[in-house]
């Protein structure tokens, strides 16, 4: 006799019954097929439950299309660093992944597991995240965001030396609706400053206009009280020679009570057989006058001067431009992060080399450690020009990203 998939005895084996058993065989045998029958109906009653339900956690990571095992080890370790650099590299095996993912799990996951997951999904509790919710349920919270950022935002400004480390939001919660936004100042409590009110308004449209979700919105909210950077994009073009010319533009969201009328910049080359030459290009429609501070060999320290300034609640794009540096043999490029920044791109086309022989790149936490993030860099050959183009996001004022590369001319020459 065999067992089916439920440890019971199937309907379909043979069963070897003698003369003197007959009566009792009957008696067995209803009973058998009673049985039987209601648990296979009790587990087809279960697959039409588990059908119709989903695990929160699943439908986030399948939402965000982190459902892959490599991606999700990738956000988990994102998110661990930013809690603690020993937790990073102590993902859930592929088959604990699965064991959570199926809604098999008892209870939750040991505490560090729910501090990282709480840190990937900002807007749900670990207990939330476990939460069997119908499948066409939509697990995103508060759809407008309103409500979330006003009290983000306020929360900033009172606490202004508060430590932003985590990039998170200044309280989770549970979903209660859409939230009107004049409703949702008033709701916050203490009179609110127009400052305050005209930054997150000015928030509101930006999530709009970027597509961002409600939880990236928190996170941009929780800031409120500095100066955030939007974008960084640099873009490095290195010709005959070796001369490079970095171009830079920085899109900046003044979060802050005052207007901001000056950035301090620096630009650094290993090779200037020349001096560092810094001229502001057209961006929008501020104008940017270059004040020079302090000029060494290899470094130039300077700032830009922005009219009309950026008034606080208001975004602004500067961008310049800086020649009279030389890549020679050892080919990097490191990029100081001076505030909190959403987004870098960094793109490097090297010109006339052939190809692309390896590369590195690092990221350096503020803490001094170093990780790889070599998985975020995507390279091209154009003819016989090397393009390569690495983007970082959520980076915090003293960290690093250095890129280093290693072209065919290089091998030729040695």
Not at 16 to 43: D, K, M
Not at 88 to 93: D, E
Not at 274 to 298: C, E, F, W, Y
């Amino acid at each position: 006799m065999t067992r089916n998939n439920y440890g019971v005895a199937s309907s379909r084996d043979p069963i070897t019954v003698t003369p003197s058993a007959c009566r009792s065989r009957t008696a067995a045998s209803c009973r058998f097929f009673v049985t039987s029958s209601t648990l296979n109906c009790g587990a087809l009653r279960r697959r039409d439950v588990s059908a119709a339900k989903a695990i929160r956690l699943k439908k986030l990571l399948r939402e965000r299309h982190w459902q892959k095992y490599a991606t999700f080890c990738r956000e988990y370790d994102r998110a661990a660093g930013l809690i603690d650099t020993d937790l990073v590299g102590t993902a859930p095996s592929r088959g604990q992944l699965h064991q959570w993912l199926a809604g098999e799990l008892k209870g939750l996951p040991y505490p560090d597991h729910c501090r990282i997951l709480e840190a990937m999904f900002p807007d749900w509790t670990a207990a939330a995240l476990f939460e069997l919710v119908p499948d066409d349920d939509l697990p995103v919270s508060d759809k407008s965001g309103v409500g979330q950022l006003v009290r983000a935002v306020s929360e900033a400004f009172r606490t202004p030396d508060a430590d932003r480390s985590e990039w998170t939001p200044a309280e989770s919660h549970q979903p209660h609706g859409a939230v009107r936004l004049d409703g949702a100042f008033h709701s916050a409590g203490d009179e609110i400053p127009d400052s305050l009110q005209r930054i997150t308004k000015k928030l509101v449209a930006l999530a709009r206009v970027l597509r961002l979700p409600p939880e990236e919105s928190a996170r941009i909210a929780s800031l409120a009280g500095q100066l955030v950077e939007l974008t960084m994009q640099v873009d490095i073009s290195i010709g005959e020679g070796g001369q490079g010319v970095v171009r830079y533009q920085h899109e900046l969201f003044n979060m802050s009570s005052r207007p901001i009328t000056r950035i301090p910049r620096e630009v650094w080359f290993e090779h200037t057989p020349n001096s560092i030459a810094i001229a502001p290009m057209s961006a929008g429609h501020r104008k940017v006058l270059i004040q020079r501070i302090h000029d060494t060999t290899g470094l130039a320290k300077f700032a830009c001067q922005i009219s009309p300034p950026i008034q606080p609640g208001d975004t602004g794009t500067i961008a310049y431009e800086c020649t009279g540096g030389q890549f020679v043999s050892d080919h990097y490029w490191r990029q100081c992060i001076p505030r909190y920044t959403r987004h870098v791109t960094l793109t490097i086309r090297h010109n006339s080399v052939g190809r692309l022989m390896s590369y590195t790149v690092l990221e350096e936490q503020v803490n001094g450690t170093e990780q790889s993030v070599s998985e975020d860099l995507i390279w091209d050959n154009d003819g016989t020009d090397v393009v390569v183009t690495l983007t970082r996001n959520y980076l915090r004022p003293g960290q690093s990203v250095t890129l280093r590369w290693e072209v065919e001319h290089i091998e030729r020459s040695n």
